[in-house]
């Protein structure tokens, strides 16, 4: 058998096998268990086949609840069946895991383990998932390396038919899922020999078919249905070996050997560590160390979970092992022990064994580090006299003292293994390129190779760094480089913002992308680094690899520029073979793309070495100026201490220096963090010119990021202002004389997505080319900006909202947002909506946020966006889950509704206590507008402050809801994957309920965050994740669905169309006293547009009929009127001029022309049939009679 | 009269092309001119600025957004195999001559050098009887010169000519200071034809909107003045074939090219605006004009009126210039 290399992730790993070896895979988006599904439908549209000649057939469901159930249903009429998930998609999974189980059903599911969502949501690997799914009845195989999940794969396939019990298959999210990894892969013929027809057969014999009919799922009663319950019993005794017996013959044919616990270390060890997937490598590499330095220690790696061998553990434990400590992924809060822990424990105690000191500990949750150091603190209290029971490690807990102590200076790390760190920026194709050279280095040389890769939570102007190592031994280094023998900082800005030298180890090389001239490089660095640098005698290179992406037609790509640096500085392939291995893996990966862009990046490569140059190191250090504080020190203490903490080390995984006792323990943290970070990450800022301005503010309306606001105030204030301070006669007969407007722009906050100047509808006069805002180069104006704004902000009063227009675009920008430089995408389609809601009813919001783009941007820390007004009050925000937000949303109105009911009922009794006309005041105010909101709040306060004088115990009772006589505003939020697929069944509940909630649905028309997968909302034609070949259905029409009811306010809107309606439509949302639903089209980089011009995308969309605007209003229907207005005309652009200049489109026309062109008709048709079927319904007589009902069921 | 003609040495049955233009983007269309007695059809043009920027593009579009995010490394599904715009026509050029017998000249449009010119290799491997090499520039840099300008469209044409072995037309604009030096040129440099003369969209100012818009303006029969000077001048003095585009809208036109010099007539704003059918209005009003006028053949009748031929050469200098304004004055 021909041995092959590939040099491929963790998750291609297990999908590889997993579509080889099925006929339907039921799949659903979640992170980090997507890319395997993904691979497994772009693999069923290219053709590929499975080891019997057929192409698996891929199907999207609404949920992993949904693909659950229809691979039960698959099986049942005889399918092979695969999935992949992780998380809240495998919870979702449960109620069918038991079915499938329970009926001895042959299945594997791939499992990205990841933690689950408890204080604070995490996408981050741990085993909190697998182990809420373990007493389903599957069985459980763990792998610890990408070749393991390989292996293991194929053992658990090839299992699960040998004994009819289902398996999941899991591994380490992101750790092992998203590692890269040379491995050897299994050919289909290995697969073939593995996977038994005979069984395959019998299974499919056993299924649902009316040629012999037979009947499952029955209901039983308390006479069978316990026995039957345990005549499964003997599969599960059977499953241990035939697990074995798979590996065997596995073994057999590849020579790779597996058993259900793998033991490594001293025969004679005192002391053994057991554990489960990527930890067991680190463990494995520690031992070695350890024992070469003389110890006596070992690790006893766990690969089959469930069912849980006892004997065989007991054979695999040394017998003069006196300490063993279990290593638990996971946390049962109130349990006895982690679950692998009480295993251990239970199988030493049934064997009879009760001479050995067991510990339990928790290490590695929410992909927390796990690294030789650490592994060595637990050998180290495993020694100790009197060591923990329970503990922790990884993590310092001063609050509940339960972690052991570790050497962060221990290292296992060899001498001949290269080790590198790159800290680069999401935009510059870091990322990309380390993943290139890996492959090559993997692929080309007898190199081991491994890459792994960590992102901050930003969506625009992240950091990102690349971890890769080379050898030529295996490498088993499942934890962050820490000891780097080459470092490269693709950003000169990130030298003053964190120490990127910090794990260089002495006598190695840095090299450093910076626009400073070669003999001024040195002088140009901040003194802590001259001073590592200098130290650790460190070799210095330098290159401005903007200048030859320049030069090079590549723009702001630097890629190709840095990885050829690499190759020629650290020595890892001779430079000339290396630059021939460079442009072959361009060759292959952007071949597709056209010569020209094959010919820029060679063109990359051949300059970039000219351009590359060493860096002499004086003797002493030179520099003047210091890294500066992360967070100003006007920031709040939490906000300097934790939030500060979190970002002065982005994408750190050890994070030791953040104690348990900073941290809250409900995960409740302060609004308003973001203003705190100080991204600096436009080059360009736009510049407004007060001459040319019309004072429409549009530009405020659009800003993502919120960056632009605008005031009118008194003139006289302007006597403080900072010199470059700009201002204009405020427009408008709505503001006395003296009245002053300006334009102000956040430069440090701004991402310079230019949006706002597309949008701008004015035009200098005297040169068309400028308009009233305009780009300008973001450092020159960072300092006087910044005192502008700061002057802006902080002196010049936010305008009274009552005396302004809100239901006007100009008057309802200038109501400060409450939401503000979120981390979202630059030009981001979806802000500008949240914003919005903020700015109109933000002092008096509660949020719901659906898992999502929305709820990222919205609450990942370090800092986050939702913020307060002047008198501190600001949004509420709360993201729940992903499939229940409606619901959710809906419990905050019960519960403000129980409140206000209460509230009023005490108010009542307490009517002549407080007053009788303060009381009959509250009970009575209409609250429609900010006049009569705001006094309601004077009149709360008074009553507030009459109540504290009273005695009574019915008045404590009222102080405590009193608020809750304030108009609130309920607000579920979220994307279209959340509405239109997962959580639709809730969301249809909660608009039938009558309720007065208000839902914005954010509609990208994919499941943006997590990659753009296809989601109901996907229009015809458009090219999707999980839609390779062209979504083939259209768009679900949500809004014409929920119009159904009657009384549910509905509008469908786009601001780069029709900025106005909008406006209109929120305040219209909002004062409607039921159920509303805002559907709000949101440009997004998952169209593949240029961002830039997503707003001239949204009025294209309108043009062409393809997104009708509307506003549907029972409150109409209720007045005799029809309650459906069209907003929009009728089309007058052809959809294809639209639609073609979105990649999503176009990439269709480029794979298969004939299907993009008769889906393109297809499209056409159905917008025009829908608008003309608007047309209708908005034209039709309405005569009073058909009145919905009444709107607010309950309030 | 026997309508048959030679143009780029192919064989036509007409001296009839359609020029290059948005119909010929539809096979079915093809077909139909081929019916309506086209002679030849250059396709709509290929240009330079698609090759180098569907590949920048498709690329910028792939790679914005990806390896940023934990969640989402990418946004698209590459798929494994696609053709860009330029793989397209060249699929295109199959197709239309698996479907039809009438030569199909491909157009090739750009102004400078680059790797784009290879692409004539790979439409001369499509099936391509032809090229026409539409080298469209405005010269906009004072820097410079008129004879930088003219080195640069010989170079091009070398650069495609070094590509390829099937016959090279050049479509110019009539904007050199020696339009006859440029021709005689073109000629030596290898040129099998001259297409006399491009159009310039030209720009217009939307008033409202402040901003510059482009703006297609179909050729009028008055357009062919231009290339009918020049074709009179130029016939006999280079050993290219000349051809006439721009103003072709009636068989008088036709005739009238033919008779300046011109080996074919190209059609296309006309097509554009009567439709495909309307060739075989041109094709039977040129056959009755030869016939009434009694031409024996296609031979006789071109170049008959060209500068050499006619009896007053300065006819289509500047005298002719001085002529007209006398005309208009009396």
Known sequence: MSKRVTTIQGTEAAASVAHRVSEVIAIYPITPSSDMGESADAWSAAGRKNIWG??????????????????????????????????????????????????????????????????????????????????????????????????????????????????????????????????EELDDDTLRRMIDDELVWKYRANRMTPEAPVLRGTAQNPDVFFQSREAANRFYAACPGIVQEQMDRFAALTGRAYHLFDYVGAPDADRVIVLMASGAEAAHETVEALNEAGEKVGVLKVRLYRPFANEQFVRALPPSARTVAVLDRTKEPGASGEPLYLDVVNALYEAGITDRKVIGGRYGLGSKELNPAMIKGVFDEMAAAAPRRHFTVGIVDDVTDTSVPWDPAFTVEKADVTRALFYGLGADGTVGANKNSIKIIGEETDNYAQGYFVYDSRKSGSMTVSHLRFGKRPIRSTYSVNNANFVACHQAVFLERIDVLEKAVPGATFLLNTHVPTDRVWDSLPRHIQQEIIDKKIKFYAIDAYKVARETGMGQRINTVMQTCFFAISGVLPREEAIAKIKEAIRKTYGKRGEEIVKRNYEAVDKALDNLH?????????????????VSDKAPEFVQKVIGAMMARPADLVGEHIPVSLLPSDGTYPTGTTQWEKRNIALEIPVWDPETCLQCNKCVLVCPHAVIRSKVY??????????????????????????????????????????????????????????????????????????????????LPDPDRRGLKVGTVKGSQFLRPLFEFSGACAGCG???????????????????????????????????????????????????????????????????????????????????????????????????????????????????????????????????????????????????????????????????????????????????????QMSKATPLGAVARFAAGGKRAPKKDLARMVMTYGNVYVAQVAIGANDAQAVRAFLEAEQYEGPSLIIAYSHCIAHGINMQQGLEQQRLAVECGYWPLFRYNPELAAAGKNPLQLDSKPPRVPFKDYAYRETRYSMLAKAKPEVAERLLRQAEAGVAARWRLYEQLAAMPWSGTEAAPAAAAGA | MDLATSYLGLKLRAPLVVSASPLSRAVDNVRKMEDAGAGAVVLFSLFEEEIRHES?????????????????????????????????????????????????????????????TEYGRRMEEAGADALELN????????????????????????????????????????????????????????????VLFNRFYQPDIDLERLEVTPNVVLSTPAALRLPLRWIAILYGQVQADLAATSGIHTGADAVKALLAGASVAMLCSALLQRGIEHLRTVRSELEGWAAAHEYASLDQLRGSMSQRKYGSPTAFERANYIRALNTFAG
């Not at chain 2, 195999?81 to 699929?91: F, N, R, S």
């Open chain 1, 54 to 183: 057929t192409v698996p057939h891929v199907i999207e469901m609404q949920s992993e609840g949904g693909a659950a159930g229809a691979l039960h249903g698959a099986q049942q009429a005889g399918a092979l069946t695969t999935t992949f998930t992780a998380s809240q998609g495998l919870l979702l999974m449960i109620p069918d895991m038991y079915k499938i189980a329970g009926e001895l059903l042959p299945f594997v599911m791939h499992v990205s383990a990841r933690a689950l969502a408890t204080h604070a949501l995490s996408i981050f690997g741990d085993h909190s998932d697998v182990m809420a799914a373990r007493s389903t009845g599957f069985a459980m195989l763990a792998s610890a390396s990408i070749q393991e999940i390989h292996d293991l794969a194929l053992v658990a396939h090839a299992a699960t038919l040998a004994a009819r019990v289902p398996f999941v298959h899991f591994f380490d999210g992101f750790r092992s899922s998203h590692e890269i990894q040379k491995i």
């Open chain 1, 614 to 630: 060493e860096i002499p190191v004086p003797a002493a250090v030179t520099s003047t100026f210091e890294k500066p504080p992360v």
């Open chain 1, 714 to 795: 008194d003139g006289a204030l302007l006597k403080d202002a900072p010199p470059t301070f700009k201002s204009a006669k405020a427009r408008g007969r709505e503001f006395p004389e003296g009245t002053r407007f300006t334009i102000q722009v956040a430069p440090e906050d701004c991402t310079g997505c230019a949006l706002c100047v597309e949008t701008c509808p004015a035009k200098n006069k005297a040169e068309t080319r400028l308009k009233a805002i305009n780009m300008a180069e973001q450092p020159p104006l960072r300092e006087s900006e910044r005192a502008n704004w700061e002057f802006f902000f902080h002196v």
């Open chain 1, 830 to 1012: 979806e802000t500008p909506y949240v914003k919005l809601a903020s700015q109109l009813f933000g002092d008096r919001m509660l949020v719901g946020n659906a898992t999502g783009c929305s709820s990222i941007y919205g609450g990942n820390l370090p800092t986050t966006p939702w913020t307060t007004d002047a008198a501190g009050r600001g949004p509420a925000w709360c993201n729940s889950l992903f499939e229940d937000n409606a619901e959710f949303g809906l419990g905050m109105r019960l519960a403000l509704d129980k409140h206000e009911e209460y509230a009023r009922e005490l108010l009542t009794r307490l009517r002549e206590k407080v007053g009788p006309d303060l009381a009959d005041a509250l009970l009575t105010a209409r609250q429609k507008d900010e006049t009569e909101i705001q006094e309601q709040r004077a009149r709360v306060a008074e009553l507030t402050r009459r109540l504290a004088s009273l005695d009574d115990p019915v008045a404590r009772q009222l102080a405590t809801v009193a608020d809750a006589l304030v108009r609130k505003s309920v607000w579920i939020m979220g994307g279209d994957g959340w509405a239109y697929d997962i959580g639709y069944g809730g969301l249809d509940h909660v608009l039938a309920s009558g309720r007065n909630v208000n839902v914005l649905v954010l509609d990208t028309e994919v499941y943006s965050n997590t990659g753009g």
């Open chain 2, 56 to 116: 920048l593009e498709l690329d910028h579009y792939l790679s914005v957004g990806t390896d940023s995010f934990a969640e989402a490394q990418d946004y698209f599904p590459e798929p494994e195999q696609y053709a860009l715009g330029p793989d397209q026509y060249l699929e295109h050029i199959r197709r239309l001559k698996a479907a039809v017998s009438l030569p199909v000249i491909a157009s090739l449009n750009g102004s400078t050098l680059g790797g784009w």
């Open chain 2, 135 to 194: 080298l469209y520039r405005v010269s906009a840099d004072p820097g410079v010169s008129g004879v930088d300008v003219e080195r640069l469209h010989l170079d091009i044409l070398a650069e495609v000519k070094k590509h390829v072995r099937i016959p090279v037309a050049v479509k110019l604009s009539p904007y050199f200071s020696s339009m006859a030096h440029m021709a005689r040129q073109l000629d030596w440099a290898g040129a099998n034809g001259l």
